[in-house]
């Protein structure tokens, strides 16, 4: 059973910087791909961003040129910096990976202030 503990969300300020972490239970390297994303109040889970196990990186456009997806094999983790956060950020940030089926990380809130 695959299991994924996010972690790095709070309150910043617009303007500011997060960095989200998903300490993964397996080893990330076995999983074809993780990602992060998001669910606002009232809106569907959109995907933010996805790295695949080649590495290749793909990202929302609203979050192109601000966020960035990484990971660290030995670690078992996937991190999400966030940079310049906009209020419209806000939302609770979820974990993927992707292993013969979806799993789910119990979510982190990153709340944006303007």
């Known amino acids: 059973q695959v299991q994924l503990v996010e972690s790095g969300g709070g309150l910043v300020q617009a303007g500011g910087s997060l960095r989200l972490s998903c300490a993964a239970s397996?080893?990330?390297?076995?999983?074809?791909?993780m990602g992060w994303y998001r669910q606002a109040p009232g809106k569907q889970r959109e995907l933010v961003a996805g790295?695949?196990?080649?590495?290749?990186?793909n990202y929302a456009d609203s979050v192109k040129g601000r966020f960035t997806i990484s990971r660290d094999n030995a670690k078992n983790t996937v991190y999400l910096q966030m940079s310049t956060l906009k209020p419209e950020d806000t939302a609770v940030y979820y974990c993927?990976?992707?292993?013969?089926?979806?799993?789910w990380g119990q979510g982190t809130q990153v709340t944006v202030s303007s």
């Open positions: 790295i695949s196990r080649g590495g290749r990186t």
């Open positions: 993927n990976a992707f292993w013969l089926v979806d799993h």
């Open positions: 397996g080893s990330i390297s076995s999983f074809n791909s």
